[in-house]
């Protein structure tokens, strides 16, 4: 039996989201900020949430954000794990489901993950999982709306991927 799984957002999911990212700021910031729309933030076509197996609990998201067709065939990765789950290894299982959904559901040839060089977790995080460094983006991202941050561009492209 899978320890987590990733499914959709509900509606009904409103409250238990926005507890996760209250409870989650310390952890969360600088890197991100909460969503200052959460109805929206549950209506995105590419937003999956990481559940405990046992509990169906919600202990992180992921986002498939800006997919481009035709020649592309890409799309750039979002995600978080909310307090108190980090540290347990499961986003590197959630990030595992999350590219066989990318490379064989969604049938993307490249997935991009953009991450402030400073937050180490992320970028082992996406390392293990077969992520390539390709290059450094300055002030590439406004943060939160405050201040422009720099970011390392890190990818995986379906032949590379392993499904395991």
Known sequence: MNIV???K???SDLKE???AYKNSQ????PWTFPPTDFQSYLQQEGRYFLCLSKTHQIIGTFNISNIVRG???SAYLGYEIFHPYQGNGYMKLGLKLLLNEAFQVIN???LEANIQPENIAS????AGAGFIKEGFSRHYLRIGGK????HERWAIINEDWKET
């Open 123 to 126: 970028i082992r995080l996406v």
């Open 9 to 11: 957002p509900k509606i």
């Open 108 to 110: 993307l040839h490249r």
């Open 5 to 7: 799984y990733l499914r």
């Open 147 to 150: 201040d422009w941050k720099d």
């Open 71 to 73: 020649y592309f065939h």
């Open 17 to 19: 989201i926005e507890l």
């Open 26 to 29: 310390a952890l969360h910031q």
